[in-house]
Structure formats: C-alpha cells, structure tokens
C-alpha cells in the first residue's frame, strides 16, 4: 500500500506524519474530531502568550512571530527552496531565524531538516559557502547570519 504524508497546523500545535495511507487516514479523522477543541486551545494559547515583554529578540521581533511561522515544510515550497540545495540552506536558516535562532552553524540546518521529516543536504557545508560567495550569509567564527541581502532573497525582514 502506498504512503501517504499529512501536515497540520492549529495554532502552536503541529502534526506531520508520513506513513501507509490507511494509518494516516486515521489520524486524520482523530484529528478531525478534536478540530473545535484544539481550536480554542489554540485561541486561549494566542490570546494569553502575549503578557509582558517575555522575549529574549532585539527590536521586538521573534516572540511576537513564534506563532506565525508555519512548519518548515510548507516555508520551503512557498521559498521554492524544494529541490535546490543552496536555496534550501538559506530558506532552513531563514526559518530557524523567524523562530528566534540568529546565529546558527551547519548543523542547526541538518538538525531542523531532518526533524522537520524533510530531505537532507547532500553538502551543507559547500551550501553555506555558496550562500557566503553570493552574500546572502556570512561566517562569524564557527557560525554564521543571515545578510541583510539574503533577508531580501527570501522575501522575509530580517534582524
């Protein structure tokens, strides 16, 4: 039997589940059931994160954001960062960044793929260097930012 992939998001709380249809099919429908009250879960969540100043981001960005940024995968395909390496790095990086990380090294980019169930990088260190070279991102010691240019490239404000 073929398998089947799903990704949903309500609120903070995300599933994502590759498997055989019939099994995700299920969770579905699990899903389905609960919908109204993971909704207000969720609106109770929104409504009461925001408090105080709690955040740890300059100029105010981040903590506000957290709970627009949508699962890597669907950033990735609306970034067409699917299917080239180098843009997929940069997109990954710019994700990470939406989520608070401002400074990040190559394995903070393979770690968010892969546990975001996406595919690896065959060479995350040449994509960071190809990223450098066309001054979207620039090494700090054994981490790296993203540029203001590389910011622009993703269509995303940066820091």
Partial sequence: MPNAKIEIKIGELHFSAEAEQQWVASQLDKIIAKADVLGKLAEKHESSGGGGGGGSD????SPAKLGAV??????????????????????????????????????????????????????????????????????????????????????????
Avoid: Y
């Fill in 58 to 61: 300059k100029k105010g960005g």
């Fill in 70 to 159: 949508p699962a890597l995968g669907s950033f990735l395909g609306s970034k067409n960062a699917t299917t080239n390496q180098v843009r997929k790095f940069l997109t990954t990086a710019g994700w990470l960044h939406l989520k608070g990380k401002n400074k990040m090294g190559t394995a903070d980019i393979t770690k968010a793929l892969k546990d975001n169930h996406q595919s690896r990088l065959g060479n995350p260190a040449d994509c960071l260097n190809q990223n450098v070279k066309k001054g979207f991102c620039e090494k700090d010691g054994t981490e790296f930012f993203i540029t203001e240019e590389g910011f622009t490239e993703l269509g995303i404000q940066g820091a």
